[in-house]
């Protein structure tokens, strides 16, 4: 079977009966190609028939195995060995179809491969050309994430101070996510029932499958352009792995990380974390949950403007209070040094007065001596100034006697010169 | 203005107003200006007329949003 096949390839309309014939009657020169030393084979003809042969043989299968010399060639194909403990098969991966694998794979990484068992012409090689590779516990794809991840880490893109928080009262939402699909719809019902004055913007993009990256990147960019909202929701609903690869792209974070208005990304399900939830200001779980973190509800919104306005009239009659305090306390500080002025000079008057008292003859009086004097008012202090039988005044404390004076002495004990004369008046 | 920058507003002349090394005049400017904010931020919220629209570019690179179906 598998001989006449080869003939086949070769395109020889010859049979086994032929053949026989050629090599047992050197008379008969068979010129089917291959079949003589006059008709030799090109070497490339015998590989391409073995290529054509072997892949004719095989369908495309599963293989399992160990990646060994792993090599990632300039032009995009990959090359790596594939392994177990009894043999080793050389595989290719074409460039075309490296681009749509997460990752390359690393050396020693158990893997299963789906590919063409073929021949690769030019070496004569037998060769297993893989078209999808999957690494044990999902190996590939959490190296590809982890690459991307230390990458953006490396250019600060997933540092905490770059979250920046969500609008308190967002005006309009714009939303990156596939026209048709549930998480628009979602994202809307919500949106809607927390606030009927919020906009919604939607910026249709393609989520997933080829040129889904491209087709984000390009949304992310309109939105950084138009940026006339106020926060950003990116995201899909849930998916399969490779449904949701598009929002692990590394294009697709970097651009979300340049977006000029908050972001939320809302990938998947609940377990389902992306690189963009990575970036973004906030990871929600949902499409849904999305929306309802970037609106708040009407009745909060109502609630915080109320609060507002009270805390508003709150300062102003706080302010009123100390302004009046201020004027009180002034007040009373003018009132008590008023008082204390006042105060001051009733002290000195009083004093004055006291003293004055304290030298009024009439304090004297009051102890007990009287004061001679004139009708006219003049004291009369010295012996010398009376003469026998003149008329005088005696001032007492409670009144005046009228007096006469008999004669005039000294005062026994007094010195001076007036007592002699004193003595002789009296 | 939008109603986020009027809200946004309000919020930090609230703050300074709380603050007591403010002058008479000028915490009454503040005060009206919150007041003026505040009464278009109630208008806006009380019109409740969000619209769901699409984000369209022109050729030229200018944006326009298109009412859509929602």
């Given at each position: 079977?598998?001989?006449?096949?080869?003939?086949?390839?070769?395109?020889?309309?010859?049979?086994?009966?032929?053949?026989?014939?050629?090599?047992?009657?050197?008379?008969?020169?068979?010129?089917?190609?291959?079949?003589?030393?006059?008709?030799?084979?090109?070497?490339?003809?015998?590989?391409?028939?073995?290529?054509?042969?072997?892949?004719?043989?095989?369908?495309?299968?599963?293989?399992?195995?160990?990646?060994?010399?792993?090599?990632?060639?300039?032009?995009?194909?990959?090359?790596?060995?594939?392994?177990?403990?009894?043999?080793?098969?050389?595989?290719?991966?074409?460039?075309?179809?490296?681009?749509?694998?997460?990752?390359?794979?690393?050396?020693?990484?158990?893997?299963?491969?789906?590919?063409?068992?073929?021949?690769?012409?030019?070496?004569?090689?037998?060769?297993?050309?893989?078209r999808?590779?999957?690494?044990?516990?999902?190996?590939?794809?959490?190296?590809?994430?982890?690459?991307?991840?230390?990458?953006?880490?490396?250019?600060?893109?997933?540092?905490?101070?770059?979250?920046?928080?969500?609008?308190a009262?967002?005006?309009?939402?714009?939303?990156?996510?596939?026209?048709?699909?549930a998480?628009?719809?979602?994202?809307?019902?919500?949106?809607r029932?927390?606030?009927?004055?919020?906009?919604?913007?939607?910026?249709?993009?393609?989520?997933?499958?080829?040129?889904?990256?491209?087709?984000?990147?390009?949304?992310?960019?309109?939105?950084?352009r138009?940026?006339?909202?106020?926060?950003?929701?990116i995201g899909?609903?849930?998916?399969?792995?490779?449904?949701?690869w598009?929002?692990?792209?590394?294009?697709?974070?970097?651009?979300?990380?340049?977006?000029?208005?908050?972001?939320?990304?809302?990938?998947?399900?609940?377990?389902?974390?992306?690189?963009?939830?990575?970036?973004?200001?906030l990871?929600?779980?949902?499409?849904?949950?999305?929306?309802?973190?970037?609106?708040?509800?009407?009745?909060?919104?109502?609630a915080?403007?109320?609060?507002?306005?009270?805390?508003?009239?709150?300062?102003?009659?706080?302010?009123?209070?100390?302004?009046?305090?201020?004027?009180?306390?002034?007040?009373?500080?003018?009132?008590?040094?008023?008082?204390?002025?006042?105060?001051?000079?009733?002290?000195?008057?009083?004093?004055?007065?006291?003293?004055?008292?304290?030298?009024?003859?009439?304090?004297?009086l009051?102890?007990?001596?009287?004061?001679?004097?004139?009708?006219?008012?003049?004291?009369?202090?010295e012996?010398?100034?009376?003469?026998?039988?003149?008329?005088?005044?005696?001032?007492?404390?409670?009144?005046?006697?009228?007096?006469e004076?008999?004669g005039?002495?000294?005062?026994?004990?007094a010195?001076?010169?007036?007592?002699?004369?004193?003595?002789?008046?009296? | 203005?939008?109603?986020?920058?009027?809200?946004?507003?309000?919020?930090?002349?609230?703050?300074?107003?709380?603050?007591?090394?403010?002058?008479?005049?000028?915490?009454?400017?503040?005060?009206?200006?919150?007041?003026?904010?505040?009464?278009?931020?109630?208008?806006?919220?009380?019109?409740?007329?969000?619209?769901?629209?699409?984000?369209?570019?022109?050729?030229?690179?200018?944006f326009?949003?298109?009412?859509?179906?929602?």
């Open positions: 079977m598998a001989r006449s096949s080869a003939r086949d390839e070769l395109g020889g309309a010859f049979d086994d009966d032929v053949l026989f014939d050629a090599s047992s009657n050197t008379a008969f020169v068979d010129m089917t190609p291959g079949a003589s030393p006059e008709s030799p084979l090109a070497v490339h003809d015998l590989t391409s028939a073995a290529k054509d042969l072997v892949e004719g043989a095989f369908p495309p299968l599963w293989v399992r195995g160990e990646v060994s010399d792993f090599k990632a060639h300039r032009n995009g194909h990959w090359y790596f060995a594939l392994r177990d403990a009894q043999a080793q098969v050389r595989c290719v991966v074409w460039s075309s179809q490296a681009k749509r694998l997460p990752a390359p794979p690393d050396d020693g990484m158990q893997v299963v491969a789906l590919g063409q068992m073929t021949v690769w012409p030019v070496r004569g090689d037998l060769q297993f050309s893989v999808l590779l999957e690494a044990d516990g999902e190996g590939l794809w959490r190296k590809a994430l982890e690459r991307t991840r230390l990458r953006l880490e490396a250019d600060g893109l997933l540092d905490p101070s770059r979250k920046r928080a969500l609008p009262a967002p005006r309009t939402i714009a939303v990156i996510t596939s026209a048709d699909g998480a628009l719809h979602d994202i809307i019902t919500v949106a029932r927390r606030s009927p004055a919020v906009n919604i913007v939607v910026v249709p993009a393609k989520v997933q499958g080829e040129g889904a990256p491209e087709s984000l990147v390009a949304a992310l960019d309109r939105v950084a138009w940026a006339d909202c106020d926060v950003l929701i899909r609903g849930g998916g399969s792995r490779e449904d949701l598009a929002f692990n792209d590394e294009r697709v974070a970097r651009a979300l990380a340049q977006c000029p208005v908050p972001t939320i990304s809302a990938v998947g399900h609940e377990t389902d974390i992306s690189i963009c939830d990575l970036v973004a200001d990871r929600a779980a949902t499409p849904s949950a999305a929306a309802e973190a970037a609106v708040p509800s009407i009745t909060e919104q109502r915080r403007l109320r609060a507002l306005g009270r805390q508003l009239a709150a300062t102003a009659q706080r302010r009123q209070q100390r302004v009046t305090a201020r004027l009180e306390t002034t007040q009373r500080r003018m009132v008590t040094a008023a008082q204390r002025v006042t105060e001051r000079r009733q002290s000195r008057l009083s004093n004055g007065a006291a003293r004055l008292e304290s030298l009024s003859p009439l304090a004297t009051a102890r007990g001596f009287a004061v001679a004097r004139t009708a006219e008012g003049a004291t009369l202090s012996v010398g100034a009376f003469a026998a039988g003149q008329r005088f005044e005696l001032w007492m404390r409670d009144g005046v006697v009228d007096a004076a008999i005039t002495r000294a005062r026994p004990g010195s001076g010169n007036g007592s002699a004369s004193g003595e002789d008046s009296a | 203005m939008s109603y986020e920058e009027d809200v946004g507003r309000l919020e930090a002349i609230v703050r300074d107003l709380e603050r007591d090394d403010l002058d008479l005049d000028r915490a009454l400017r503040l005060f009206e200006e919150g007041i003026a904010r505040l009464r278009t931020a109630s208008a806006a919220l009380a019109e409740a007329n969000g619209r769901v629209q699409e984000l369209v570019m022109a050729a030229d690179g200018t326009a949003l298109e009412p859509r179906d929602n």
